[in-house]
């Protein structure tokens, strides 16, 4: 160790040099980095600045606007904790020639002595009006100590110049003034040894700043750097990097499909006695969108390389039978064809609803469902069958990829609500021991906008159902606060009253107790917490102030509504964690129409399709995400019948949750749902990147960055097809592509 450590001080620190051997950084710090993924050099110099002060031309106090942010430099005048009766409160008072601002710091007693008078302090914050004075305030800025001594080196990187603000990398211990400083050095001591990763030419071209300037304005700009464009990470240096990332990204994916064009895949037929098997099963005329998705689908089933495609559709566009077509194409040619549902309720409603459909054609189809909950013994048959190839029609839910199933000659499989699954397990589904590899249909729900779309999943091919089924009436929503609960309840019998069925949805199962959101893929149902009964419910001693407002569960309002405003109705429970045969027993008496009103959590959220149902009452509807809600709506509206959705609110509903309920009154479209939501949490949340197997961007947004993600697109297309730049040039991408991949996309790369 010791030696190592003495080589590295005695070489040039490198991009590629462990942060350990950085001036200023030991074994301690190096631990602490590490666990923010900051291992090299390159990943700290990586490390971006979320915002820019102007501390060149810092405002003038009296310049201010109230409720804009700014960031201003002053002196400190005086400061004092104030203990009032709710609260430690510090307040500080600074100031610029005459003009002064109160900044105050809610519970700050940590801050007690922390500012001398006299002291230079950089503030950012909100700029609220002052009572008292004319001057103004903030409330919680941000601050920084700028250095006393303006010979110190380190005052130049804080003032006089646009300063960088990081994210702390370790409390306050790791915040902006070391990151800064650590930066510099590191700058300074690599100058002219950062190499280019990307072709010369390709950089005039785009107009893009070669990647050390990139790196070195994008921490210290220059003077005169426009601001909103440096906040925006709009700077040619910002899109020099973020495109650097997209580059890389979309280059693997570019690669990825044409190695998988080179595999090995069945090409299937389409003759007379396969579009006649087809012809003989569907059930109503499909729509435009439906025939052009198949026609893509099946063009690439009868191509000899694997099929790779993601059928996205908006809730109720009809995927499924789309999805069928193809595997009874597969069928038709003597293979297998798999349907993996997320959820043991939407398999089970996949096999019931293809057993009704097959059952009208002339030869026999074998179909086998494989779930978790079969006994021992059903799934061992099951195995058998699959093994045997005794099964046309494989359905099931995750248990189809545990490594105990073997096909005997799968031919295509269908994965249905994509976003559910991670893309590990998608893949290892399609890694059969087969010589060859089976196609793959991957259907979502989830409206990515169509750009998004490409360019993330560039390794699948998209088709779009961009069209609903005719005769849907949309479903006309509305926003209503749990205090006309009367009318709604009202609205449920008369919908009742004409023969149709409807859904009460509810966040929770049980009592405001166990305030537990249902799960989607629950963990091994846990025993049931032994209820307590009514009436040896104590009164708890916690002031009423403490308690959490009252969530009403599934359960509770079950008994509730039975006893009540539902009474006389047939009314049945479904969660979660009642026992798969139950959820199926219930499911399908639902279906059969011998319930009236399905009491329900977030189990019936994907898929589940029961056209004569025309009523969706969602309870709490402020607690459900945007995707959630549209989900939801997406169960009704599916037959001829007008349907409702009714999103009632209890208590106050936060600015957010007003805003997602507004667009959900507003439109039907899924698309923009989606749009909204993006915007509203972000890639991340949207996305649910683990779920998704999304790689884990160090400086790209896919919201802010699509333009340079189509960019990114186009070029490593073209670079991949005819690349540019020197040999030398060349060579270096196609390793560093390599890095890349092993690096930072990890999980894709398993595909
Ligand atoms: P999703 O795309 O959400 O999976 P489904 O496949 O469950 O949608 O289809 C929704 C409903 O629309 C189902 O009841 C299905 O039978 C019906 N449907 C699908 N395609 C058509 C069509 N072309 N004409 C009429 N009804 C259709
Ligand atoms: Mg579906």
Excluded at 22 to 47: M, S, W, Y
Excluded at 168 to 184: D, N, P, Q, T, Y
Excluded at 379 to 385: E, P, V, Y
Aim: glycine share 6%; hydrophobic share 40%; aromatic share 6%.
């Amino acid at each position: 160790m010791l030696a190592i450590r003495t080589w590295y001080h005695h070489s040039v620190i490198q991009l590629d040099t462990p942060v350990q051997f950085v001036k200023g950084i030991g074994p301690q710090i190096a631990k602490t980095l590490a666990e923010k993924r900051i291992v090299t050099v390159e990943d700290l110099l990586f490390h971006l600045p979320f915002r820019y002060e102007d501390r060149l031309n810092p405002r003038e106090l009296t310049d201010l606007k109230p409720g804009e942010m700014a960031s201003v430099i002053a002196e400190v005048r005086g400061s004092a904790l104030l203990r009032t009766r709710s609260m430690p409160i510090f307040e500080m008072t600074v100031g610029h020639g005459t003009s002064s601002m109160k900044c105050l710091w809610f519970h700050g007693t940590y801050l007690e002595g922390k500012f001398r008078s006299g002291q230079m302090v950089a503030l950012y914050g909100k700029v609220e009006p002052s009572r008292s004075t004319r001057n103004f305030k903030m409330i919680q800025p941000q601050f920084e100590i700028l250095p006393d001594n303006p010979d110190d080196e380190s005052h130049l990187l804080e003032v006089g110049r646009i300063t960088p603000v990081y994210e702390s990398l370790s409390g306050s211990r790791l915040a902006s003034r070391w990151i800064r400083r650590v930066i510099f050095n590191l700058l300074e001591e690599l100058r002219g040894h950062i190499p280019e990763t990307l072709p010369t030419a390709m950089l005039h071209r785009l107009n893009l700043p070669c990647r050390e300037e990139a790196l070195r304005t994008v921490h210290f700009p220059l003077a005169g750097a426009p601001m909103t464009q440096l906040q925006a990470s709009g700077t040619p240096a910002h899109r020099r990097l973020i495109f650097e990332e997209l580059f890389y990204l979309e280059c693997g994916l570019e690669l990825k499909r044409r190695r998988l064009q080179q595999r090995a895949g069945f090409a299937f037929e389409t003759n007379d006695s396969v579009r006649e098997a087809i012809r003989q099963v569907l059930p109503f005329h499909p729509t435009k969108a439906q025939k052009n998705a198949l026609g893509e689908i099946v063009s690439d089933m009868r191509k000899p390389s694997p099929m790779r495609r993601l059928l996205q559709g908006d809730v109720g566009s009809g995927k499924t039978i789309v999805a069928l077509q193809a595997m009874l194409v597969a069928i038709q040619n003597g293979y297998q064809a798999a349907l993996m549902a997320p959820t043991e309720i939407l398999a089970t409603q996949h096999y019931l609803a293809a057993r009704k459909l097959l059952e009208r054609a002339s030869r026999r189809y074998r179909i086998t469902l494989l779930t978790g909950s079969l006994d021992d013994a059903e799934k061992k048959l099951a195995r058998r069958r699959i093994f045997h190839a005794e099964a046309d029609l494989v359905i099931g839910t995750h248990a189809l990829i545990e490594e105990k199933v073997e096909f005997g000659n799968l031919g295509l499989v269908v994965v249905d609500e994509q976003h559910r699954f991670g893309v590990l397990q998608r893949f290892r589904l399609m890694k059969k021991p087969n010589a060859c590899e089976p196609d793959v249909l991957v259907m979502t729900a989830t409206p990515i906008p169509r750009t998004l779309a490409l360019s993330l999943y560039g390794d699948l091919d998209l088709s779009v159902l961009d069209e609903l089924p005719p005769g849907r009436k949309p479903v006309d929503t509305r926003q209503v606060s749990d205090e006309r609960a009367e009318d709604v309840w009202k609205l449920v019998r008369n919908e009742v009253a004409k023969g149709r069925q409807a859904y009460v949805v509810y966040p929770v199962i049980e009592g405001a107790k166990d305030d537990q959101p249902e799960l989607d893929f629950a963990p091994p149902e846990p025993e049931p917490e032994p209820k307590p009964k009514k009436s040896a419910k104590k009164k708890t001693k916690t002031p009423a102030l403490f308690e959490k407002p009252s969530i009403k569960s599934a359960t509770e309002m079950y008994d509730s509504l039975r006893a009540t405003h539902l009474s006389g109705l047939r009314l049945a429970l479904l969660h979660g964690r009642m026992s798969s045969d139950d959820k199926e027993v219930t499911m399908r008496r639902f279906q059969r129409g011998d319930i009236d009103v399905l009491i329900a959590t977030t189990v019936i959220e994907v898929g589940v399709d029961v056209p004569n149902a025309s009523l969706m009452v969602v309870e709490h509807a402020e607690r459900f995400g945007l995707a959630q809600l549209h989900q939801l709506r997406g169960r009704v509206g599916r037959g001829a019948a007008k349907s409702y959705c009714i999103l009632m609110t209890s208590g106050r509903v936060s600015p957010s949750a007003e805003e997602r309920l507004a667009a959900m009154v507003r439109t039907q479209n899924g698309f923009e749902l989606a749009e909204l939501d993006l915007q509203m949490r972000g890639p991340g949340e949207f996305f649910g990147t683990r779920q998704a197997g999304l790689p884990d961007f160090r400086v790209a947004n896919l919201l802010r960055d699509r333009a340079l993600l189509e960019l990114a697109k186009t070029e490593s297309a073209r670079f991949i097809e005819n690349p540019e730049g020197t040999e030398d040039e060349r060579t270096r991408v196609r390793t560093r592509l390599k890095e890349a991949w092993q690096r930072r996309y990890g999980l894709l790369e398993a595909g």
